[in-house]
């Protein structure tokens, strides 16, 4: 079963792994923590640099990346470029603790899959992260 064909419900064990890239260590683990409560494998990172190491040692496994819109210096959008020069069609979802109608544009910049705001409940996550899976080709 591919991570695209994954068609258990929220709050059933997945087989996908995502990487996660957000400067806050404490978003971070709790990030980690829910997902991996859901069967996800997780990857972390907490700067630009270390999500491109991190998705280049595991470009074959990485089935999404949820990346923080703020992250580094020039935000979401060089990320999300940089990722995709690495796994072409990687589905990336941006985060943020503001409301998506503050940040559409930004979301347009970045070519992002999906939005998922701070703080989220692990079902609504799982559920967002699922439809990407579900949806895009990669």
């Known amino acids: 079963m591919t991570a695209a064909h994954d068609n258990t419900e929220p709050g ?3 087989s ?3 990487l996660i890239v957000d400067d806050e260590p404490m978003v971070l683990s709790t990030m980690r923590r829910t997902l991996e409560s859901s069967g996800y ?3 972390c990172a907490l700067t630009v640099d270390e999500a491109i190491r991190v998705l280049q040692d ?3 496994d990485m089935d999404v990346a949820i990346v923080d819109l ?3 210096d020039r935000g979401a959008p060089p990320v999300v470029a940089a990722l995709r020069q690495i796994k072409q069609g990687l589905p990336v979802l941006l985060i943020s603790g503001y409301p998506l109608d503050e940040h559409s544009e930004e979301l347009r910049a970045a070519g992002a899959n999906g939005f998922v ?3 989220f409940r692990a079902d609504d996550l799982d559920r967002v992260i699922q439809r990407v899976l579900t949806t895009v080709d990669h």
């Open 117 to 119: 705001s701070k703080p």
């Open 41 to 43: 494998r997780v990857a």
């Open 70 to 72: 703020t992250i580094g």
């Open 12 to 14: 059933q064990m997945r």
């Open 58 to 60: 595991q470009v074959e």
């Open 16 to 18: 996908s792994t995502v």
